[in-house]
């Protein structure tokens, strides 16, 4: 079993494999933006994409969802801000190593 821990303020959290909710293909193929993302704490898209596809998440499913939104971390690994296929349409620019966050600009009701 893989765990993913970090240390944070002294405390030990684990990342359970069982609390990691896992989609592929077949939990995708009814097409987003999907509301149960907004659900989750952390979103990690690591797909390869070669064709159009519904947003997986979008501006507007997050203005949407408002306060009940779990979502607070979006882990881009496919990073595909310049990509007219984009599943996470949610901001324009790639991070780096000197500023490895971006934040997104939530619209409000």
Do not use: H
């Not at 933006?33 to 990690?44: G, S």
């Not at 607070?72 to 599943?87: E, G, K, L, R, W």
């Amino acid at each position: 079993m893989v765990s993913l821990l970090y240390f944070c303020d002294e405390q030990l959290t684990v990342l359970r494999r069982d609390n990691i909710l896992k989609w592929d293909m077949e939990e995708t193929a009814k097409g987003g933006p999907f509301p149960e993302i907004l659900d989750v704490d952390i979103f990690v898209n690591c797909i390869y994409l070669t064709s159009a596809i519904p947003p997986f998440i979008s501006p507007q499913s997050l203005k949407d969802a408002g306060d009940s939104r779990n979502l607070t971390v979006v882990v881009d690994v496919s990073c595909d801000t310049t990509n007219p296929f984009n599943p996470v349409p949610i901001y324009t620019i790639n991070t780096t190593f000197d500023a490895p966050t971006v934040d997104v600009a939530v619209p409000y009701v």
